[in-house]
């Protein structure tokens, strides 16, 4: 089907940047929207950004400006800019895959860290 692995992730100072990077393999060519979740420490999971499969994006507001969710459809990647760091983004950050071939399925990485300190 699909696997997903996420990279990029780091310790940072605020106001610092980061880009987190989503590998795709197996069957990418049924994947119709790609996200990024995060997860910080005693918090509940929350969807970060997404990208359709036409390109369209959305985001969670507390982001809006200051992240940005890109994808290589030849290379089968995914990406999120992350500028502007602030130690309330510190969360385990999560690729997700949604799609359908022949059942619809949902995929999620590993998880990467991303720490942001003051």
Avoid: H
Wanted: hydrophobic share 35%.
């Amino acid at each position: 089907q699909v696997q997903l692995v996420e990279s990029g992730g780091g310790l940072v100072q605020a106001g610092g940047s980061l880009r987190l990077s989503c590998a795709a393999s197996g069957s990418t060519s049924t994947i119709n929207v790609f996200g990024w979740y995060r997860q910080a420490p005693g918090k509940q999971r929350e969807l970060v950004a997404d990208i359709s499969r036409a390109g369209s994006t959305n985001y969670v507001a507390s982001v809006k400006g200051r992240f940005t969710i890109s994808k290589d459809n030849v290379q089968n990647m995914v990406y999120l800019q992350m500028n502007s760091l602030n130690p309330e983004d510190t969360a385990v950050y999560y690729c997700n895959a949604v799609g359908w071939g022949p059942r619809t399925y949902t995929t999620w990485g590993q998880g990467t860290q991303v720490t942001v300190s003051s």
